[in-house]
Nanobody, 128 residues
Framework: QVELVESGGGLVQAGGSLRLSCAASGRAFHMTTYRMGWFRQAPGKEREIVAA????????YYADSVKGRFTISRDSTRNTLYLQMHSLKPEDTALYYCAASFGLISDVLISVGDYDSWGQGTQVTVSS
């Protein structure tokens, strides 16, 4: 059982920055064996991938809408996943979720169905 707890969301003006964190824990949890990702869901819309990272952190994926503005990273010594967000836009407003998937293959997973552990989400609101 993996527990994921997101933090760092809030209200920010367009053009501002936020850094989201996701603290991971669990019985015999080793972050290096998990592919991880950030997803978001706006009201009335489906949950979508924002960014994902491989076990080692050597491979990443970004949705086209956030490329060049967001950076995903992981600190396995702290069991924490991060999402640094710059140049925020009103359309970035959503509930942001951290997700984890156990596996020994060092790939990047970008579909909702690929992940089996989810946090409760942290709200990001960008005002215009």
């Amino acid at each position: 059982q993996v527990e994921l707890v997101e933090s760092g969301g809030g209200l920010v003006q367009a053009g501002g920055s936020l850094r989201l964190s996701c603290a991971a824990s669990g019985r015999a949890f080793h972050m290096t064996t998990y592919r991880m990702g950030w997803f978001r869901q706006a009201p009335g819309k489906e949950r979508e991938i924002v960014a994902a990272i491989s076990r080692s952190g050597g491979s990443t994926y970004y949705a086209d809408s956030v490329k060049g503005r967001f950076t995903i990273s992981r600190d396995s010594t702290r069991n924490t996943l991060y999402l640094q967000m710059h140049s925020l836009k009103p359309e970035d407003t959503a509930l942001y979720y951290c997700a984890a998937s156990f596996g020994l293959i060092s790939d990047v997973l970008i579909s909702v169905g690929d992940y089996d552990s989810w946090g409760q989400g942290t709200q990001v609101t960008v005002s215009s």
